[in-house]
């Protein structure tokens, strides 16, 4: 079956950096578009980042543009989300995820795969 597991996540101070991780199996990875997500305490699920199949493509939340890029390694089937300058405001658990023949990389209800989560947390 599809798995996906994220890793990295952690306590960081406000301006620091961390490098979350995605391990994926049971899917032919380099068919399938990925993206990053958060969830805030108490909020919605909101887009954080998207990757082509390829790579070739990216698109980023307004609130993380410039600050943290997403990447990806086909051959080892693992999709990164590294966030630079980090905010109280990045609080959240970030989830990775999948989908083929994606048609809008900002909605979440349009990938067919999930993480578990992985809880990061920025103090001021």
């Known amino acids: 079956q599809v798995q996906l597991v994220e890793s990295g996540g952690g306590l960081v101070q406000a301006g620091g950096s961390l490098r979350l991780s995605c391990a994926a199996s049971g899917l032919t990875f380099s068919r399938y578009d990925l993206g990053w997500f958060r969830q805030p305490p108490g909020k919605e699920r909101e887009f954080v980042a998207w990757i082509s199949w390829n790579g070739g493509g990216t698109a980023y939340g307004e609130h993380v543009k410039g600050r943290f890029t997403i990447s990806r390694d086909n051959t080892n089937n693992r999709v990164y989300l590294q966030m630079n300058s980090l905010k109280p405001e990045d609080t959240a658990v970030y989830y990775c995820?999948?989908?083929?023949?994606?048609?809008?990389?900002?909605?979440?209800?349009?990938?067919?795969?999930w993480g578990q989560g992985t809880q990061v947390t920025v103090s001021s």
């Open positions: 995820a999948a989908a083929s023949n994606l048609a809008i990389p900002t909605m979440w209800t349009t990938y067919a795969y």
